[in-house]
């Protein structure tokens, strides 16, 4: 109620995803903006990393600001799919410029950042939050804009409709976004095929580092920073690897390895940095697994990211996931 207030009582809205947005994140932004304006309001998308290239096509020519001037002044920011303080994007303007923070998200786990939170867990996605508040605005039909990035949300966020989160209620939102106007095989094309060659062949170098443990309930993928550079594949590339692992015959835990570049101590020494991505086929809370590592996320999907080595992360992976798995039989 408080969020429709600050909608209707406001004319200029910042909308904008976490750090290293995904589909989820950029679709939903891109789709409330489009919300906003069908109210004639203005909305500012804001983006200031590189959009990766799978997502380009959400985004058309719909205006991206990628840096925020310090004169400039929001009646409220909307950040979509955020949980975690660490994932706000960077260069978030500071509050006497932003307005009030307002978090639209699904995350069980999560910080306590927000001036207003519109969290539900039930969402299958972000963009199933943004259609959500659409309704309780007022607006219908879909606004043409939004009904590409919102669809494009809710496919990746559902694995294509295939995940345990896909509800009727998820297929019947999509159907809407269908006959607003959005694509399904331009955006399953987009985000499942149409990959660059060099994200093939990082993916057959991250395939042969398959390491099955803890009686097959487990396995992991590793990616060194060798690989990529070696490769000439890009970071984005990495997005998705993990759920090869997942695909095993008796996984219940899939995990993927990815190292970072070192952080430098403030005496110089290199720290070592990596980034953990899982996926759970149902029976382990993989949020869960990575608040172990100081990360966050969906049952079914999460992340974290550790100053620890490869090995030393793999070592504790071990031991949590076992733990993880001895607590549920
Ligand atoms: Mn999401």
Redesign the pocket.
Known sequence: VAVLRLIGEGQRFLVTGHRSP?A??MG?ALGLAAILRALGKDAVVFAPEPVAPSLAFMVRDAPITIAVGPEARFDATFVM?TGARELLPPGLPPPESRGPLVIV???AVHDDIGDLVIRDLAAA???EVVLGLMRDLGVSPVPPDAATPLYA?LV??TGGFRYSNTGAGTLLLAAELVSAGADPWEVSYNLFEGYPRERLDLLAETLRTLEPSLDGKLATLRVSRKMVADLAATDDMVNGLVNYARGVTGVEVAALLWEREPRLSERGRKIPVTRLSFRSRGAIDVGLVAAEFGGGG?RNASGAEVTMSMRETFAKLMAVVKETLDAVR
């Open positions: 995904d989820d994140a939903s799919d998200d699904h995350h996605a972000t963009g949300a990746a966020d969906l």
